[in-house]
C-alpha cells in the first residue's frame, strides 16, 4: 500500500519538476540576454548595437555630417572641393571613429530638420550650443569659442577688462562687441567706446595702429587679426559662445565616441592647429 502511495506521489511531482526546471531555464536565458545587451551598451565589441545611428554609420562605412557651406572659414568650397575649419574637424573626428565623412550640403536654417529626418548622423557648421534644442538633438563637448574677447597692443600692460579705466575702446557698430562694451562702460568700468567701425576688422586696424587702447571683438576676428602679422595679443576672453558639434536624439553611443575623439584632438594640438590654418 504504502509503495503504490510512493509511486502515485512520484507521478504527481514529477510533473513539477519539469515545470519548475524549463521556467529556470527561461530565467537564465533572460538574465543572458540582459548581459550581453549591458555589454553592448557599454560599448563591448560585438555586443548588441543599441545605438542605430552609429550601427548605420559602421555599416556604411561613413559618417553623414551636415554642413552650412559659405559661412568662412568654417566651410567654403573651392572648385569642387568643401573647405574648412569644421570641414578639417569633422574628417578628424570621423577618422577617429573609423569612418569617412561624407558631407551633405545643408541651409543653415535646415540643420536640424536635416538631423530629425534621418539624412544626416552629424552636423558640423559653426552651430552654437542651444540647449533650448535639446529635445530633437544632443551636442558634444565645445571645440570652440566664439565670444567676445578683448584686443590690445602686445606690449600693452592691459590685462583684463580691470585696467580699461581712462582707455579708448573700439568696437564694430551695432555688434554684440558694441553691446557688451556698452554695458560695462555703464556699469562702472570707466572707459570711452568708439562705435565708429563698420565691422571688427577695422577697428583691429585702427588698435594695430596705436588710435585705440583696445577692442572688443568676436574671437574669429580675433585671432584672424592677431596671426595676421604681430603686434597684437588676446588678453581676455569676456563671453563664451562655444561651437559645438550636432547628433540625433538616439545617437548616445556615437557622442561618446565624438567626445573621446574630440579629446583626443585637442589634446594633440589639432584645434590650435585649426585656428593657425584657418584664421588668419
Known amino acids: ?79 569642387g572641393d568643401l573647405v ?36 544626416v548622423d552629424l552636423i558640423a557648421s559653426a552651430l552654437l550650443y542651444a540647449p ?22 602686445a606690449d600693452s600692460p592691459i590685462a583684463g577688462p580691470g585696467d580699461l579705466a581712462q582707455r579708448m575702446v573700439g568696437v564694430a557698430l551695432g555688434s554684440d562687441a558694441d553691446a557688451l562694451a556698452q554695458r560695462m562702460s555703464g556699469a562702472g568700468a570707466g572707459f570711452t567706446v568708439r562705435a565708429s567701425y563698420d565691422e571688427p576688422a577695422l577697428a583691429l586696424a585702427e588698435l594695430r595702429a596705436g588710435r585705440l587702447d583696445a577692442v572688443i571683438a568676436d574671437n574669429v576676428a580675433a585671432l584672424t587679426a592677431v596671426q595676421a602679422a604681430p603686434g597684437l595679443r588676446i588678453a581676455a576672453a569676456l563671453t563664451t559662445e562655444p561651437f559645438v558639434l550636432g547628433l540625433p536624439r538616439p545617437a548616445f553611443q556615437l557622442e561618446a565616441e565624438v567626445n573621446r575623439a574630440l579629446a583626443e584632438l585637442r589634446a594633440e594640438g589639432f584645434m590650435a592647429q585649426l585656428n593657425r590654418k584657418w584664421l588668419r
Do not use: C
Open 132 to 153: 533650448e534644442q535639446g529635445f530633437r538633438a544632443r551636442f558634444s563637448s565645445f571645440y570652440f569659442n566664439a565670444g567676445q574677447v578683448l584686443v590690445v597692443p
Open 1 to 79: 500500500m504504502r509503495g503504490e502511495q510512493e509511486s502515485l506521489d512520484e507521478r504527481m511531482i514529477s510533473p513539477l519538476h519539469k515545470y519548475h526546471f524549463l521556467f529556470d531555464l527561461v530565467a537564465v536565458g533572460v538574465l543572458v540576454l540582459y548581459g550581453l545587451l549591458a555589454w553592448g551598451s557599454a560599448g563591448g565589441q560585438g555586443g548588441a548595437a543599441l545605438d542605430p545611428i552609429l550601427a548605420a554609420a559602421r555599416a556604411r562605412g561613413a559618417l553623414r555630417v551636415a554642413v552650412d557651406v559659405g559661412f568662412r572659414p568654417f566651410a567654403d568650397q573651392v572648385g
Open 84 to 119: 574648412g575649419y569644421d570641414i578639417d574637424l569633422a574628417q578628424a573626428v570621423a577618422a577617429r571613429i573609423g569612418l569617412r565623412a561624407e558631407f551633405v550640403p545643408t541651409g543653415f536654417d535646415a540643420l536640424y530638420a536635416t538631423l530629425e529626418s534621418g539624412q
